[in-house]
T-cell receptor
Framework: AQSVTQPDIHITVSEGASLELRCNYSYGATPYLFWYVQSPGQGLQLLLKYFSGDTLVQGIKGFEAEFKRSQSSFNLRKPSVHWSDAAEYFCAVGFNDYKLSFGAGTTVTVRA | DTGVSQDPRHKITKRGQNVTFRCDPI?????LYWYRQTLGQGPEFLTY????????KSRLLSDRFSAERPKGSFSTLEIQRTEQGDSAMYLC??????????????FGEGSWLTVV
């Protein structure tokens, strides 16, 4: 069965430190890959996406993600975290071109 | 591009009442989606439209749920005889059909439903 796994439920990081959020998927082919961010009580904002081509993709707010086919992973990174990055982050995969499956999310807390 | 807009943002209703949510997609997006998100979980796909045609419905969408998209523009999601288990955020999203950047799905701010 198709699935998306975000192994870390909650991550705490110091402001200015680096951040990496993990995402693994289970599917026979390469899906479309996305990272969304959600602030409390708000909708989802797209950070970045991967459809094909260069496996290192750049997104908004200084985020980047790397697709590793051999590991079925699409991990999100940011070199230096700001307090405003505290939010919930969702990895999503599109196994066709109209429907997304989401992971359960990773909550990021930023400490001063 | 004004984004996907949803109304109302918050709704509190008594069990057994009907509720309706409206979604206005990004203009010229021909695909529209409804997702549901409960606390601590990622969004789950409910249904999607291409223009006015509803092309897929999740088994999560019970008979009490109905979605429409007349004329392929805005959409409504109605829940009849609400139950406490319907309490969730209902997210609308839209995209353009096609490959490349057209596959990007943009979400609205969501409509929170609390059934008491």
């Amino acid at each position: 069965a198709q699935s998306v796994t975000q192994p870390d439920i909650h991550i705490t990081v110091s402001e200015g430190a680096s951040l990496e959020l993990r995402c693994n998927y289970s599917y026979g082919a390469t899906p479309y890959l996305f990272w969304y961010v959600q602030s409390p009580g708000q909708g989802l904002q797209l950070l970045l996406k991967y459809f094909s081509g260069d496996t290192l993709v750049q997104g908004i707010k200084g985020f980047e993600a790397e697709f590793k086919r051999s590991q079925s992973s699409f991990n999100l990174r940011k070199p230096s975290v700001h307090w405003s990055d505290a939010a919930e982050y969702f990895c999503a995969v599109g196994f066709n071109d109209y429907k997304l499956s989401f992971g359960a999310g990773t909550t990021v807390t930023v400490r001063a | 591009d004004t984004g996907v807009s949803q109304d109302p943002r918050h709704k509190i209703t008594k069990r057994g009442q009907n509720v309706t949510f409206r979604c206005d997609p990004i203009s010229e997006h021909n695909r529209l989606y409804w997702y549901r998100q409960t606390l601590g979980q990622g969004p789950e796909f409910l249904t999607y439209f291409q223009n006015e045609a509803q092309l897929e419905k999740s088994r999560l969408l019970s008979d009490r749920f109905s979605a429409e998209r007349p004329k392929g523009s805005f959409s409504t999601l109605e829940i009849q005889r609400t139950e406490q288990g319907d309490s969730a955020m209902y997210l609308c999203a839209s995209s353009s059909k096609g490959r490349g950047s057209g596959n990007t799905i943009y979400f609205g701010e969501g409509s929170w439903l609390t059934v008491v």
